[in-house]
T-cell receptor, first 114, second 112 residues
């Protein structure tokens, strides 16, 4: 049973560029959340998608946007990249958008902005 | 402000030397407290969920406990393979989301 898969695993961009990260949730899961983890820090919540809609958003600017597809997979888009966007971007899936549901995390996409 | 604080930031143990990691939290209404393990270059891996004060859960050499203000992760007779970053996270009531607020983690190194 495949867990959460993310792509690409590593990527390098320059300031001002745009990036798209992709996530396939664990089989049976319908909710996808995205987290940003800077080096030496804990993950920070970006937003959550359920039923193809953004349900809640963390303290991130509008440069961060996302999408969920009918098959529950998701994309995270970041526009006008800044040096401070360099981080590990984690996708997590769960069943249902509420409740104390356990999140299953992917291995992440490591973004470096030069 | 809702906050999660973990201590110590880093801990070095000898194999077999038991110890505890601390996670203190200040949130408006706790729905659940989660412990995750994260290995370098990987995503967090779920360990435990605790829901109410007094609850305890065990898995191999790990035992998690919860009070009204903090949680402890006790590691008994650790082995080198227990070396990892241990993350604590809380989920609060309110909102149609299972958003987690994470601490910064405790980096555990177990030497043979």
């Amino acid at each position: 049973d495949a867990g959460v898969t993310q792509s690409p695993t590593h990527l390098i961009k320059t300031r001002g560029q745009q990036v798209t990260l992709r996530c396939s949730p664990k089989s049976g899961h319908d909710t996808v959340s995205w987290y940003q983890q800077a080096l030496g820090q804990g993950p920070q919540f970006i937003f959550q998608y359920y039923e193809e809609e953004e349900r809640q958003r963390g303290n991130f600017p509008d440069r961060f946007s996302g999408h969920q597809f009918p098959n529950y997979s998701s994309e995270l888009n970041v526009n006008a990249l800044l040096l401070g966007d360099s981080a590990l971007y984690l996708c997590a899936s769960s069943w249902g958008a509420a409740g104390a549901n356990v999140l299953t995390f992917g291995a992440g996409s490591r973004l470096t902005v030069l | 402000e809702d906050q999660v604080t973990q201590s110590p930031e880093a801990l070095r143990l000898q194999e077999g030397e038991s110890s505890s990691l601390n996670c203190s939290y200040t949130v408006s209404g706790l729905r659940g407290l989660f412990w995750y393990r994260q290995d370098p270059g990987k995503g967090p891996e779920f360990l435990f969920t605790l829901y109410s004060a007094g609850e305890e859960k065990e898995k191999e050499r790990l035992k998690a406990t919860l009070t009204k203000k903090e949680s402890f992760l006790h590691i008994t007779a650790p082995k080198p393979e227990d070396s990892a970053t241990y993350l604590c996270a809380v989920q609060m009531y309110g909102g149609a989301t299972n958003k987690l607020i994470f601490g910064t983690g405790t980096l555990l190194a177990v030497q043979p």
